[in-house]
Each structure stands twice: as structure tokens, then as C-alpha cells.
């Protein structure tokens, strides 16, 4: 699969100017010393991190996030939902703090991790088309050497999903 003709840019049809996407991602990020004497104002940080605009627009798509389940922060409402209800009577308030938490559970948490579970294969696979990917620098031009597609770097997603 991986001949030179795999890399070849499909617009002009040369492989000098061909990097992997993924490559130049990761290049796009630099550090530079902050000691300048530019910076009037005393130093922050060590280093500055840049990224170039040619990286931002080729990006890898971003991760899904796992909603995981039951928080601290959600234990802690229901908590003050306990000690607020306990005022009338513990029976009471332990009534309304376990249905409470079943009704977050099933109308807040399972819907999100329903959510998460389609969207992390759908990333998966938007991942492995990215990682598939080269850029031409002459034509300013991301391509997909399988199936010969191409577009400019700020339309990378059509080559994704
Ligand atoms: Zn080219």
C-alpha cells in the first residue's frame, strides 16, 4: 500500500512538497524562550507556546468526552438536599435524596454516556482518517493518498467525517 505513488499530491502531482498532516501538527507547536527583553514586565512563564495557523486549521478532531457518572459535585447538591429535608423528618429526607439521584442518574448521566458511546467510535474513526492524511505545501492543499481526494487545509474535515 505505502508505494511513492501513495504520496504523490493528486494537484500537482509531486511528492516533494508532501508532508503527513499529522507531522506537521505536531511541529506546529513551538516553544520559544519568554526571557526576551521584549517582555517589559516581568516573566510569567518560562516559554511561550505558539502554534501556526497552518496547524490550527489541521487540527485532529476532538476527543468526546467521557461524562463518567455520579461527581463529587452531585453527591455533594444531593448532600444538601439530605440535610435541608432532614429538618422535617430522615425518613422523608432520605426519600427524596435516593429518588433524587435516581432521577439525575437516569435523565442526566445515562442519556450523556449514551451520547459519549455513539460519538468515541465515530472519533475513533474520524482519528484514523486524520492520521491518514498529507498536506502539499506548493498547491496550500491536505489530500487523502488512498482516494486521491483534496481540499485546502480549513475544509480538512470533509476528508474526516
Ligand atoms: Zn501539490
Not at 97 to 116: D, S, W
Amino acid at each position: 500500500m505505502a508505494t511513492e505513488t501513495a504520496f504523490r499530491c493528486p494537484q500537482c502531482g509531486e511528492i516533494d512538497a508532501v508532508r503527513k498532516v499529522s507531522a506537521i501538527y505536531n511541529n506546529g507547536f513551538s516553544t520559544i524562550p519568554n526571557d526576551s527583553p521584549l517582555v517589559p514586565y516581568g516573566v510569567v512563564d518560562k516559554t511561550i507556546t505558539t502554534i501556526t495557523s497552518l496547524a490550527q486549521k489541521i487540527a485532529p478532531p476532538p476527543e468526546p468526552k467521557d461524562p463518567g457518572g455520579m461527581n463529587l459535585g452531585c453527591l455533594f447538591l444531593l448532600f444538601i438536599v439530605f440535610l435541608i429535608a432532614s429538618t422535617t423528618s430522615w425518613i422523608f429526607a432520605l426519600g427524596i435524596t435516593i429518588t433524587l439521584a435516581f432521577l439525575v442518574n437516569y435523565f442526566l448521566f445515562k442519556p450523556l454516556q449514551k451520547e459519549y458511546k455513539e460519538l468515541k467510535p465515530e472519533w475513533d474513526e474520524a482519528i484514523r482518517r486524520w492520521s491518514e492524511l498529507y498536506y502539499c505545501s506548493r498547491d496550500d492543499c491536505v489530500f487523502n493518498p488512498n482516494t486521491g481526494e483534496s481540499v485546502p487545509p480549513e475544509r480538512i474535515s470533509a476528508l474526516i467525517y
